[in-house]
Nanobody, 123 residues
Framework: VQLQASGGGLVQAGGSLRLSCAAS????????MGWFRRAPGKEREFVAA????????YYADSLKGRVAISRDNAKNTMDLQMNSLKPEDTAVYYC?????????????????WGQGTQVTVSS
């Protein structure tokens, strides 16, 4: 199983980025998917999660209203649209897959992880 995150980069505050996660999972449509991030010197933090069928989504309070998670089970991909970015959003963003139902928000519930993509927001 491989998860490949992409789409990170350098953006000015107020800008937007769209992160993507490509999964080489034969049964991708049965996995809940999530995004987490880790800023320098900080713990890993939940960003967003989506259930296997896309009907359930959860967002971190600090990002609610600024991000949107989506998935395409036909393409084995998941996206995270991030708008109105702030310098405090600077972090390495990781995509992850969970075999649990729903949309888990705890990183301990995810089994597979991508390598991460760097997002840097300048002020």
């Amino acid at each position: 199983v491989q998860l490949q995150a992409s789409g990170g980069g350098l953006v000015q505050a107020g800008g937007s980025l769209r992160l993507s996660c490509a999964a080489s999972i034969r049964t991708f449509s049965t996995y809940a998917m999530g995004w987490f991030r880790r800023a320098p010197g900080k713990e890993r933090e939940f960003v967003a999660a989506i259930s296997w069928n896309g009907e359930t989504t959860y967002y971190a309070d600090s990002l609610k209203g600024r991000v949107a998670i989506s998935r395409d089970n036909a393409k084995n991909t998941m996206d995270l649209q991030m708008n109105s970015l702030k310098p405090e959003d600077t972090a390495v963003y990781y995509c992850a897959a969970s075999r649990l139902t729903g949309a888990p928000t705890k990183h301990q519930l995810y089994y597979y992880w991508g390598q991460g993509t760097q997002v840097t927001v300048s002020s």
